[in-house]
């Protein structure tokens, strides 16, 4: 059973540009978080979704930041007109369910991606 | 507010001896409470995880963690670290209920020393 993929691993975008990151998660999991990593810091909530609804989007930038979770194909954080201060690692994690909560169903996380702003 | 401080950087320990590493929150209802570990390009494993009963927990590849109300503390043990224990390592807190909306600590970063 194959694990929380992201791809691109790593993403090189001049300013201005626009960065799609994307995430499978993983099989028979319905609901999708995206977190945010800054240097030197801790992970960040951004987002949580599940198939074709935005749940909470409380902890992302009210401008050029987007996310959606169509109901086929992978999850897709999107950033128009990335800036220096976009750099980061952006992880996506999934969970089967919410029922019961955090314990019941943890968080499986992928790899990341690493975006980088020239 | 919610927050996890996890008040050391770096932490180096060697080959065999005990490891602690500490984590304190502040969270407004019941927390649950993780510790995760991140090797370099890798995303985050799930080591343990608290919510209620017997305040000593275990997880995987050895390592153990201690909840203490009084103090606010949750702080990961390992009784002899290997060299494929250096990492970075996070402590969490998130709702019982709900979804996971989990607030994060900085990280401590593990180095081991031959």
């Known amino acids: 059973n194959a694990g929380v993929m992201q791809n691109p691993r790593h993403l090189v975008r001049r300013r201005g540009q626009e960065a799609r990151l994307r995430c499978s998660p993983m099989k028979g999991h319905s609901h999708v978080y995206w977190y945010r990593q800054l240097p030197e810091e801790g992970l960040k909530f951004m987002v949580y979704l599940q198939k074709e609804n935005i749940i909470d989007e409380s902890g992302m930038p009210k401008e050029r930041f987007s996310a959606e979770f169509p109901k086929e194909g992978p999850s897709i954080l999107r950033i128009q007109q990335v800036v220096r201060g976009d750099s980061a690692a952006y992880f996506c994690?999934?969970?089967?369910?919410?029922?019961?909560?955090?314990?019941?169903?943890?968080?499986?996380f992928g790899n990341g991606t690493r975006l980088t702003v020239t | 507010a919610q927050s996890v401080t996890q008040p050391d950087i770096h932490i180096t320990v060697s080959e065999g001896a005990s490891l602690e590493l500490r984590c304190n929150y502040s969270?407004?209802?019941?927390?649950?409470l993780f510790w995760y570990v991140q090797s370099p390009g890798q995303g985050l494993q799930l080591l343990l995880k608290y919510f209620s009963g017997d305040t000593l927990v275990q997880g995987i590849k050895g390592f153990e963690a201690e909840f203490k109300r009084s103090q606010s503390s949750f702080n990961l043990r390992k009784p002899s670290v290997h060299w494929s224990d250096a990492a970075e390592y996070f402590c969490a807190v998130g709702p019982w209920a709900g979804f996971q909306k989990l607030v994060f600590g900085t990280g401590t970063r593990l180095l081991v020393s031959p």
């Open positions: 969270y407004g209802a019941t927390p649950y």
């Open positions: 994690a999934s969970s089967p369910d919410s029922t019961g909560g955090s314990y019941n169903s943890p968080l499986h």
